[in-house]
């Protein structure tokens, strides 16, 4: 409700000077508009009439002006006003010299148009720059007197310049008329009022919104004015008639503004800030009335000086009975804690805050945080106290050292070492199994001291790594060696874990250390074992392969003594298998992997071996491999390639039996493994030979090879099928197997 009153008051201030009725508005309007034809109708029988009079009205005003300011200079807070009614009286003294040497009046013969022209220039300058500068200053320190000697040296020189030194640039040439610097200089004034109303726009916070637009309005007219002032040919041409009008309105708007306004509202015009100071003394009541705190102004002795609407609320007394009681009865002072905080602190002039309850009219009990802060006024001391309620922090806090304990319990029952950081990477916990293992105390660890026991050969290398992910915030995993209290490295996986608040503020990083020194070692024999064992199956591999190049040897030695040609033929079939077999061990000596191999390189090692055995050469045969990347185990390896070896020795020799394709063309054999789907493959082997005979089923015959071929696609749950058209293309699908 008080702040509804306070916002009701300051619009009516605010509107109280532009409260017209209807009829007083129109017939001010008519007024004015009366006047303009007045002055208008006198420039026609007599412009130096006119002149003289719409002169004579902005000297009024100005003088006016000042002495409203003057006379309340010591009450007037807004520096705006100061400066205006100091610069327009001077101003008035150059338009007084102005209008006494325009042309008809004979007081400087030869001399009146181009003197008149140049005072009405001077004049405008100190005008449009008082305008400027005077809202900048609006809220500095200024002295008046200082500022009334700058103003009147700026007017001595001013005439000194002209009538003196003669200095100051020709501003109308009889003949010629207006001269450039004249021109020019009406619309650097006009700028200069314009860039006024910019400034006026920014400190608009220190001006009654009406009187805010007077003053602009004004400003703006001033521009009209100056720009008519650059046209004509003649003082007594009609853009100097227009110029001089529109300077009536000009200072008549001036007038509106300060003096009118001013004189029916001066609170709101020139004591503003103060009432802005009154309305927000008024505010800071209402806040502090309806504050969570409670506020006492009390004096060092305990008595109640003031307090808010607070303490009546929450501790249930009325206002009467506070003003008769001291602070010491509603805290119940016993053990004079705060009676001889108030002395001593007042001996030091010094403020304090104690945690003491207050009871209620009731005899209720509050947990408090008083706050006593020691302040002067007027040559006597108060207290200025405020008192909050702190039941529930005090609950909270007790949750948390409860919660606190219960962590350290927790810690320090755990079987492993705990540790944790503050956001800067200094330790600031460990827990007790992290002093048992260490044998220090928790302040030897405290900060960086626990890298003390890090092993030099793993320190430098820890702290990098550490630093590098807290720098990051995330998890990481360490192992180093950590000196244990018997003087021993043992081996230590430390994990660090960032922690963060509600709203993701980092903490620091939480972590524990377990001693892994014996699952090292096991781990260390482990790996040895399996090297001993990698080596050992190399080996194996490498005697296999031997053996089966042994064997391949006794057929090459067997085949010289063989005079039967299928006989030979059959040794040479046996002698490619083993060959094929042989092929896939020494793979897996020079592998490092000894489950798997590459059956891509393999299958190239592969057909190289048959066309080496069946004495092709590359320009008799039309060879083509397109073969993926597969790497599968060592039995379905040995599967296929004992299937592949029995396909290609087929069209090796069957296909070609007079060296060319079945069409008479260059002999051709295609040979791919195609990736098929996500673990499907085929391979395909085609060539363009005499075909397979129509009368011979491959699934069901005497041949020993495709007999093989069968049972070993059987075994690998394969699909083979064969396509005669143009020669012969056997495909086989397989799966692999997880």
Request: net charge neutral.
């Given at each position: 409700m008080r702040q509804k009153e306070i916002t009701h008051k300051n619009n009516q201030g605010d509107n109280y000077s532009n409260e017209l009725t209807p009829v007083s508005y129109y017939f001010s309007i008519l007024i004015a508009l009366g006047t303009i034809a007045a002055l208008f109708l006198i420039s026609i029988f007599n412009y130096l009439l006119f002149h003289s009079i719409v002169e004579g009205f902005s000297i009024v005003i100005a003088c006016g002006i000042f002495m409203v300011v003057w006379n309340s200079r010591r009450f007037i807070e807004n520096n705006f006003f100061i400066i205006i009614g100091i610069a327009y009286v001077f101003v008035s003294a150059i338009d007084f010299i102005h209008a006494v040497t325009y042309n008809g009046i004979d007081i400087f013969s030869g001399k009146s148009a181009n003197l008149s022209t140049q005072l009405w220039i001077a004049a405008r300058y100190l005008q449009a720059?008082?305008?400027?500068?005077?809202?900048?200053?609006?809220?500095?320190?200024?002295?008046?007197?200082?500022?009334?000697?700058?103003?009147?040296?700026?007017?001595?020189?001013?005439?000194?310049?002209?009538?003196?030194?003669?200095?100051?640039?020709?501003?109308?040439?009889?003949?010629?008329?207006?001269?450039?610097?004249?021109?020019?200089s009406e619309f650097v004034i006009a700028s200069l009022f314009f860039l006024s109303i910019i400034v006026l726009h920014k400190k608009k916070e220190y001006f009654n919104s009406h009187l805010f637009d007077?003053?602009?309005?004004?400003?703006?007219?001033?521009?009209?004015?100056?720009?008519?002032?650059?046209?004509?040919?003649?003082?007594?041409?009609?853009?100097?008639?227009?110029?001089?009008?529109?300077?009536?309105?000009?200072?008549?708007?001036?007038?509106?503004?300060?003096?009118?306004?001013?004189?029916?509202?001066?609170?709101?015009?020139?004591?503003?800030?103060?009432?802005?100071?009154?309305?927000?003394?008024?505010?800071?009541?209402?806040?502090?009335?309806?504050?969570?705190?409670?506020?006492?102004?009390?004096?060092?002795?305990?008595?109640?000086?003031?307090?808010?609407?607070?303490?009546?609320?929450?501790?249930?007394?009325?206002?009467?009975?506070?003003?008769?009681?001291?602070?010491?009865?509603i805290c119940r002072d016993s053990d004079l804690e705060i009676y001889m905080n108030l002395r001593d602190k007042t001996k030091q002039r010094k403020s304090f805050t104690i945690e003491h309850p207050l009871i209620t009219q009731e005899n209720k009990t509050l947990e408090m945080e008083i706050e006593f802060n020691y302040l002067?006024?007027?040559?006597?001391?108060?207290?200025?106290?405020?008192?909050?309620?702190?039941?529930?922090?005090?609950?909270?806090?007790?949750?948390?050292?409860?919660?606190?304990?219960?962590?350290?319990?927790?810690?320090?029952?755990?079987?492993?070492?705990?540790?944790?950081?503050?956001?800067?990477?200094?330790?600031?916990?460990?827990?007790?199994?992290?002093?048992?293992?260490?044998?220090?105390?928790?302040?030897?660890?405290?900060?960086?001291?626990?890298?003390?026991?890090?092993?030099?050969?793993?320190?430098?290398?820890?702290?990098?790594?550490?630093?590098?992910?807290f720098d990051v915030k995330k998890e990481f995993n360490i192992e180093y060696r950590f000196k244990r209290q018997d003087g021993q490295y043992r081996w230590i996986l430390n994990t660090g874990i960032p922690r963060f608040t509600t709203n993701c503020s980092f903490l620091g990083y939480i972590g524990s250390c377990i001693d892994i020194t014996e699952l090292k070692r096991s781990r260390e024999q482990s790996e040895n074992s399996l090297k001993e064992k990698v080596v050992l199956l190399k080996e194996i591999h490498h005697r296999v392969k031997n053996n089966l190049q042994l064997i391949t040897s006794l057929f090459n030695l067997q085949y010289a003594y063989i005079q039967d040609d299928e006989a030979k033929e059959m040794f040479m079939e046996s002698q490619n298998r083993v060959?094929?077999?042989?092929?896939?061990?020494?793979?897996?000596?020079?592998?490092?992997?000894?489950?798997?191999?590459?059956?891509?390189?393999?299958?190239?090692?592969?057909?190289?071996?048959?066309?080496?055995?069946?004495?092709?050469?590359?320009?008799?045969?039309?060879?083509?491999?397109?073969?993926?990347?597969?790497?599968?185990?060592?039995?379905l390896a040995v599967y296929?390639?004992?299937?592949?070896?029995?396909?290609?020795?087929?069209?090796?020799?069957?296909?070609?039996?007079?060296?060319?394709?079945?069409?008479?063309?260059?002999?051709?054999?295609?040979?791919?493994?195609?990736?098929?789907e996500s673990r499907k493959y085929a391979i395909i082997v085609k060539d363009n030979g005499c075909g397979f005979p129509d009368t011979l089923d491959f699934r069901n015959t005497n041949s020993l090879g495709m007999q093989l071929v069968n049972s070993l696609v059987d075994q690998i749950r394969g699909y083979i099928e064969l396509k005669r058209k143009g020669g012969t293309e056997f495909i086989l699908t397989f799966e692999l197997k997880n």
């Open positions: 720059i008082s305008l400027l500068i005077a809202p900048l200053l609006i809220d500095k320190k200024i002295k008046i007197y200082h500022i009334i000697s700058i103003y009147f040296i700026a007017l001595i020189f001013i005439f000194l310049s002209i009538f003196y030194l003669q200095i100051f640039p020709d501003c109308f040439i009889e003949g010629r008329g207006l001269t450039p610097f004249k021109k020019t007077l003053v602009v309005a004004s400003n703006i007219v001033n521009i009209a004015s100056e720009l008519n002032f650059t046209f004509y040919e003649t003082p007594y041409s009609l853009p100097n008639l227009t110029g001089h009008i529109l300077k009536v309105i000009s200072f008549y708007l001036i007038y509106k503004a300060i003096i009118v306004t001013g004189l029916k509202d001066p609170f709101n015009v020139l004591f503003r800030k103060l009432k802005q100071k009154e309305e927000t003394l008024q505010l800071t009541r209402f806040s502090v009335d309806h504050a969570q705190g409670l506020f006492f102004w009390i004096k060092p002795d305990g008595k109640i000086y003031n307090f808010n609407n607070t303490v009546i609320q929450k501790l249930g007394y009325t206002s009467e009975k506070l003003y008769q009681m001291s602070f010491f009865e002067e006024f007027e040559s006597e001391e108060y207290y200025c106290t405020i008192a909050r309620d702190i039941t529930e922090r005090k609950r909270t806090k007790e949750k948390l050292l409860e919660s606190e304990a219960r962590f350290r319990n927790l810690a320090d029952t755990a079987p492993v070492m705990i540790w944790m950081t503050d956001s800067s990477k200094m330790c600031n916990y460990c827990n007790k199994p992290w002093l048992e293992f260490t044998g220090r105390t928790i302040e030897n660890e405290l900060g960086f001291g626990w890298t003390e026991l890090i092993h030099p050969d793993d320190k430098t290398i820890y702290i990098e790594k550490f630093s590098a992910m060959k094929s077999m042989a092929l896939i061990h020494e793979k897996l000596y020079l592998s490092n992997n000894l489950s798997y191999i590459n059956f891509s390189e393999y299958m190239r090692g592969l057909i190289t071996n048959l066309l080496s055995s069946y004495r092709f050469k590359l320009n008799t045969l039309d060879l083509e491999l397109k073969i993926d990347d597969l790497e599968i185990n060592v039995d296929l390639g004992l299937i592949i070896n029995e396909l290609v020795s087929n069209s090796f020799k069957h296909a070609f039996p007079e060296g060319k394709g079945f069409d008479g063309s260059k002999s051709k054999l295609v040979i791919y493994l195609n990736n098929l």
